[in-house]
């Protein structure tokens, strides 16, 4: 069974402490993998997609790795306005379809 | 602005009622999606459209129901036999022909049962 976790659940950082967000996959054949930010009571909104191992991609402060069995979201010097829900899905089979983990919950403190 | 439109933001239903979410879509995208999201959990994806007057069940489909008429459009229907409806809808579209697998979402409809 396709399957993907998230550690940690939660993380607090202060403002400038770079970290890493861990996105630990399962999947029979992966077609995709998807970073999505979260703000509370908002849809998600798309980052990064990865699509084989050792790819890499950034974008201001964030930047995403693909391993074969694992992906990490990389924040270097995080500010406040970083605070978020962070979203990590892959895709495999023959459809569209997402599996999305739990979500790791980002507080960037001044 | 191209993007996706969902309404209600918030929605209060009595129990044994049905209500219908909207969902629509300027971004000329094939694909389109429901999801559910409840606290602590992933996304569960509830029915998907590949195509106009077409759709399939995703993994948890039962007391759901959806239509497909047209491209822009496809309203979710939370029908009185969904046990536990209170959660947050999230709709998303996709181009849906690889490699562009990316799905964007709309802003989310909260529903809640009374």
């Known amino acids: 069974e396709d399957q993907v976790t998230q550690s940690p659940e939660a993380l607090r950082l202060q403002e400038g402490e770079s970290s890493s967000l861990n996105c630990s996959y399962t999947?029979?054949?992966?077609?995709?993998l998807f970073w999505y930010r979260q703000d509370p009571g908002k849809g998600p909104e798309f980052l990064f997609t990865?699509?084989?191992a050792g790819e890499e991609k950034e974008k201001e402060r964030l930047k995403a790795t693909l391993t074969k069995k694992e992906s990490f979201l990389h924040i270097t010097a995080p500010k406040p306005e970083d605070s978020a829900t962070y979203l990590c899905a892959v895709q495999s089979g023959g459809y569209n379809k997402l599996i999305f983990g739990a979500g790791t919950r980002l507080a960037v403190h001044p | 602005d191209g993007g996706i439109t969902q309404s209600p933001k918030y929605l209060f239903r009595k129990e044994g009622q049905n209500v219908t979410l909207s969902c629509e879509q300027n971004?000329?995208?094939?694909?389109m999606y429901w999801y559910r999201q409840d606290p602590g959990q992933g996304l569960r994806l509830i029915y998907y459209s590949q195509i106009v007057n077409d759709f399939q069940k995703g993994d948890i489909a039962e007391g759901y129901s959806v239509s497909r008429e047209k491209k822009e459009s496809f309203p979710l229907t939370v029908t009185s036999a969904q046990k536990n409806p209170t959660a947050f809808y999230l709709c998303a579209s996709s181009i849906g022909a690889p490699p562009y697998n990316e799905q964007f979402f709309g802003p989310g409809t909260r529903l809640t049962v009374l």
């Open positions: 971004l000329n995208h094939d694909a």
């Open positions: 990865l699509y084989s």
């Open positions: 999947v029979s054949g992966l077609r995709g």
